[in-house]
């Protein structure tokens, strides 16, 4: 079992910054690839970025390349998402989640989600 917590979320104008925190519970943290996905009102939740367990292996969707970067510290059971260059269109819950499978932008590959954490982005 993993425990996900998110953290870093608020309130923020357009062009500004946010740097979410995704801390897990257990020692097997470097096992698992982990992902950030979002989700705003009335849409289905969506891939946002994934880091390999090494963190050799990252992906992002198109909508945040180049604005978001996910990294991840292993000794510190944390995984991150630094987000920058805002827009209102990133409003949503961001959720972290792990999977025990190699990195992917798939969903349904991951096993653990976070409760989330709110982003809002005013224009």
């Known amino acids: 079992q993993v425990q996900l917590v998110e953290s870093g979320g608020g309130l923020v104008q357009a062009g500004g910054s946010l740097r979410l925190s995704c801390e897990a519970s257990?020692?097997?943290?470097?096992?698992?690839?982990m992902g950030w996905f979002r989700q705003a009102p009335g849409k289905e939740r969506e891939f946002v970025a994934a880091?390999?367990?090494?963190?050799?292996?990252?992906y992002y969707a198109d909508s945040v390349k180049g604005r978001f970067t996910i990294s991840r510290d292993n000794a510190k059971n944390t995984v991150f998402l630094q987000m920058n260059s805002l827009k209102p269109e990133d409003t949503a819950v961001y959720y972290c989640a792990a999977t025990s499978n190699s990195i992917s932008t798939t969903r349904g590959k991951y096993d653990y989600w976070g409760q989330g954490t709110q982003v809002t982005v005013s224009s």
């Open positions: 880091i390999s367990r090494s963190g050799g292996v990252i």
């Open positions: 257990g020692r097997t943290f470097n096992q698992y690839a």
